[in-house]
């Protein structure tokens, strides 16, 4: 069980995720503004914050910096509410986890909060480099199978946390990034599935991806990713073995109108959470470079 607080002025709002959340087997804290979700962080043991953009005495934004600067290692999902979209931008930017529209806050917020939670776990690792190391090169291959996505980006975090990449925050979105890429080159690369579909119906979505998964050529499919990390930072390269696509015609990430898009959402925060980020000329390969911190 994952301990909660949600940060959020709207009772009503407030009791439904509240509902929500405990039904999914965690405990919840409420929190009616910034002022009082700091409060509460500084008297109680909490794993992760929700926090609405728009709250009276210290607002989501501030919320999120707050956050990140007295207690780096706790997540903040954001949830933004329509016409809020270039706050939501401008709170990725300065330190939120990830983000969940309003709109679609009820399918989901659960999903939204499990995955950071498991990401936000896999950061918690002893730091240590050896003095001698000056650069290091590792390749992996992986099946068409989402559920080994986990694993692989706790091995990778746990590489770079040794590194003393950045701080616990930063970690946490690193591990955000990857999980996005990896799912976007087996889902979108390798078993070539329509991100709108799951716009739709999320369950079809899922389905056609078990029901591709052991047909050909999809079964021969691999994804290949290749870290690289040195003093100045750490390179992910992923590569699915799909047809590509071109990154351009998705929606512009950097447009905050695109926040409550499912379509590119993943990139989005891509680009926001890694400092550099470029795909090759077929768009089955994409090179994320994530600088290293000064902590």
């Not at 078990?210 to 390269?237: D, I, L, M």
């Not at 891509?270 to 470079?289: A, K, L, Q, Y």
Request: glycine residues 8%; aromatic residues 4%; charged residues 25%.
């Amino acid at each position: 069980m994952a301990r909660i607080l949600v940060a959020e002025d709207s009772p009503t709002q407030a009791l439904a995720l509240r509902r929500m959340l405990e039904a999914a087997g965690h405990g919840v804290a409420i929190a009616k503004n910034g002022r009082e979700a700091i409060a509460a962080l500084k008297h109680g043991a909490t794993d992760l914050v929700l926090t609405d953009l728009q709250m009276p005495e210290m607002d989501g934004l501030e919320l999120v910096q707050a956050v990140r600067l007295s207690y780096p290692l706790i997540p903040v999902i954001l949830m933004s509410a329509h016409g809020s979209e270039e706050i939501a931008a401008e709170a990725l930017q300065r330190g939120a986890a990830s983000y969940v529209p309003k709109r679609r806050m009820a399918r989901d917020m659960i999903q939204t909060v499990g995955n950071i939670l498991e990401l936000t776990s896999q950061e918690k690792v002893e730091r240590r480099q050896p003095g001698c190391w000056d650069r290091t090169e590792s390749h992996y291959i992986l099946e068409n199978d989402v559920t080994l996505i986990p694993g692989l980006v706790a091995h990778l975090a746990e590489n770079a946390a040794r590194k003393r990449l950045c701080d616990g925050t930063g970690m946490i979105r690193v591990n955000v990034a990857l999980s996005e890429a990896l799912s976007n080159a087996i889902l979108h690369g390798n078993l070539e599935l329509d991100s709108s579909l799951r716009e739709d119906d999320e369950a079809t979505y899922y389905g056609l991806a078990r029901s591709r998964r052991p047909v050909s050529p999809y079964c021969e499919r691999r994804v290949n990713v290749t870290e690289r990390e040195t003093a100045e930072g750490v390179a992910y390269v992923i590569r699915d073995d799909g047809p590509g696509y071109d990154p351009g015609a998705l929606p512009d990430p950097n447009d905050p109108a695109n926040l409550e898009r499912a379509s590119g959402r993943g990139l989005l925060l891509i680009r926001t959470f890694m400092d550099e980020v470029s795909h090759n000329p077929r768009g089955n390969e994409i090179t994320m470079f994530k600088r290293r911190e000064s902590l």
